[in-house]
C-alpha cells in the first residue's frame, strides 16, 4: 500500500464528515419553523420545508451510506497492510495517523517522542522512501 493510498483514506473520512455535517445542517433547516398562527393568507416562500429538502437529504443519505461502505473496505485493506510492516513503531504510527486520525503531535506525545511528533513522522516518512 501506497502512502497515496493511505492519504486518499483520510481524504474519503474527511469527505463523510463533511457529507454528515451537511445532512444534519439540511435536518435542522428542514424541521425548525417559526411560523406564528395569524390568520393571515401566506406569504409566496413559506411551504412545506422538509418536502423541499427531502430530495438532497436522500442524496445525502446515499453517499453517506456509499461513503461508509467505501470506508469500511479501505479500513479492511490498510488493516492487512499494517500486519506486513516489520517495525513495530511504524506500524503503531501508521494506525494512530491513517486509522485513528492523530495528528503527529499527538502520536509523539502518545508514543513519548519529545520532540513533538517529528521523529516519528520522520522514522514513517523514511519506511515509505525505502519500500
Known amino acids: 500500500m501506497t502512502r497515496q493510498e493511505l492519504n486518499a483514506y483520510i481524504k474519503l473520512k474527511s469527505r463523510l464528515v463533511q457529507c454528515e455535517e451537511m ?3 439540511l435536518m435542522d433547516a428542514a424541521s425548525t419553523t417559526t411560523t406564528t398562527l395569524t ?3 401566506r406569504k409566496p416562500g413559506y411551504g412545506d420545508k422538509i ?3 427531502a430530495p438532497s437529504l436522500a442524496d445525502l443519505s446515499e453517499r453517506i451510506r456509499f ?3 467505501e470506508i469500511g473496505r479501505q479500513t479492511k ?11 513495530e513503531r511504524v506500524r503503531v504510527f ?3 495517523y491513517y486509522l485513528e486520525g492523530l495528528s ?3 502520536i509523539g506525545d502518545a508514543v513519548g517522542d519529545v520532540s513533538g511528533g517529528e521523529k516519528s513522522r520522520k522514522i ?3 519506511y515509505f522512501r525505502g519500500r
Request: charged share 30%.
Open 104 to 106: 503527529w503531535p499527538d
Open 23 to 25: 445532512h444534519e445542517s
Open 67 to 69: 461513503l461508509k461502505e
Open 94 to 96: 501508521i494506525r494512530l
Open 124 to 126: 514513517c516518512d523514511a
Open 77 to 87: 485493506d490498510i488493516l492487512t497492510f499494517i500486519k506486513t510492516v516489520d517495525d
Open 39 to 41: 390568520g393571515m393568507p
Open 51 to 53: 418536502g423541499n429538502y
